[in-house]
């Protein structure tokens, strides 16, 4: 059953954009959107104090903010954000893909980062209201999605190490089609030796801005070296492998099982790992979540047992590996082209998120029109 829309009573104002942009425009920003450079007529905003608590809901124009230099997010860093995309599906509807999770995962960033946590049916009213507003800038074009961008700052004005006591939650949209440029059939990876993500303790399973902030370095060390991407190791041994500076990461062997690195307050909790977790499953696959070292990496990768990895999140979906460089030198997994395990998980997850195939988990949150 499709999953059911908020029922928040909490007040919206809609304040219509007085200047969309024209449909002629839109559709020619919408031939070819790229990643996170088109956007939408609307935002959503809501305010939050600890004497008024979560007021001031509202559906606006998008437009730039003016903030005080003195606010407390530039410069004690207390942000938090979300990635989720909404889809036109195959019967001409719009669908959410899991957005519950994702508020969930919001609430949890708040807590690590000393925030208020956004109540569950808030999160869900905000995008779905801005979806609603704003549905003609999906793309009609194969992979196209609206991203949206979710996420909340420290907005008291005053200059000290404490908690703020005011807050501005946001939803952004963005016309979006394939994260990578060109839509390279495989990545590359460069595996990280000098920097390091995040470490016990640390906000490495938050989604904070810092955390990607963190990785840029290494991140421009992969570029130079000519990879797409960055893979972290972990910050006591360096040795065991995490995740990309923005995705996921699982492992295909030639037995037909699948592992992923174990969630250890240090890597993400991605919403497309887990999504990918239950499929696989439900398919028979024997998955494992555990450490896997990058010595074993780079050994099981030349003695053939590694066939396939892949990264994965919700910009990249499933985004297949070919090769991995360090300073020790390069190797490449299976033939270095997409693996059959990978499309497969890759296909099953976007049929359910296109409508195409049964949603067994209710994981489609269908929007009224």
């Known amino acids: 059953m499709p999953a059911p829309a908020s029922t928040s009573p909490f007040a919206f104002r809609h304040e219509p954009n007085a200047t969309p942009v024209e449909a002629n425009e839109r559709a020619k920003r919408l031939i070819d959107p790229g990643f996170g450079r088109v956007f939408t007529d ?19 124009a998008r437009a730039p903010l003016t903030i005080d230099p003195a606010s407390s997010v530039l410069h004690y860093a207390q942000e938090i954000f979300e990635g989720m995309k909404a889809y036109r599906l195959a019967d001409g509807g719009t669908a959410l893909f899991r957005p519950e999770a994702n508020a969930r995962r919001f609430q949890d960033s708040a807590r690590r ?5 956004l109540p569950e049916e808030l999160f869900l009213e905000s995008v779905e209201r801005l979806v609603k ?10 992979g196209g999605a609206l991203y949206l961008r979710p996420f909340m700052f420290a907005s008291e004005v005053f200059l000290g190490v404490k ?9 952004l949209a963005s016309s979006v089609g394939a994260y990578f440029k060109g839509g390279a059939p495989t990545v590359s990876i460069w ?3 000098q920097y390091t993500r995040a470490a016990l303790g640390g906000t490495g399973a938050a989604k904070c801005g810092g955390n990607y902030a963190a990785s840029l370095l290494a991140q421009s060390e992969a570029i130079r070296n000519g990879c797409d991407q ?3 190791l972990d910050a006591a041994e360096r040795r065991w492998v995490e995740e990309l500076g923005g995705m996921n990461i699982f492992f295909v062997f030639d037995d037909g099982s699948m592992a992923t690195p174990a969630l ?21 696959i024997e998955v494992r979540e555990e450490g896997y070292t ?15 990895a892949f990264a994965c999140g919700t910009a990249a979906v499933v985004t297949p590996i070919g090769t991995v460089a360090s300073p020790e030198g390069r190797f490449t997994i299976g033939s270095g082209a997409p693996g059959t395990l990978t499309m497969r998980m890759r296909d099953a997850l976007v049929s359910i998120q296109r409508g195409t195939a049964p949603d067994a988990n209710n994981w489609l949150h269908h929007l009224a029109d």
């Open 133 to 142: 507003a704003d549905a003609n800038w999906i793309p009609e074009s194969d």
């Open 264 to 284: 250890t307050g240090t890597i993400l909790p991605g919403i497309t790992r887990d999504s990918i977790l239950t499929l696989a499953r439900a398919q028979g």
């Open 230 to 232: 960055v893979v972290f």
């Open 163 to 171: 908690p703020s006591a005011e807050y501005l939650y946001m939803v």
């Open 42 to 60: 609307h935002m959503a905003m809501i305010r939050y104090s600890e004497t008024e608590g979560w007021h001031d809901a509202r559906i606006t």
């Open 113 to 117: 980062l000393a925030m208020p946590e």
């Open 191 to 193: 595996v990280s030796q």
């Open 294 to 308: 990058i010595d074993q990496w780079r050994a099981d990768a030349a003695s053939g047992r590694l066939v396939e």
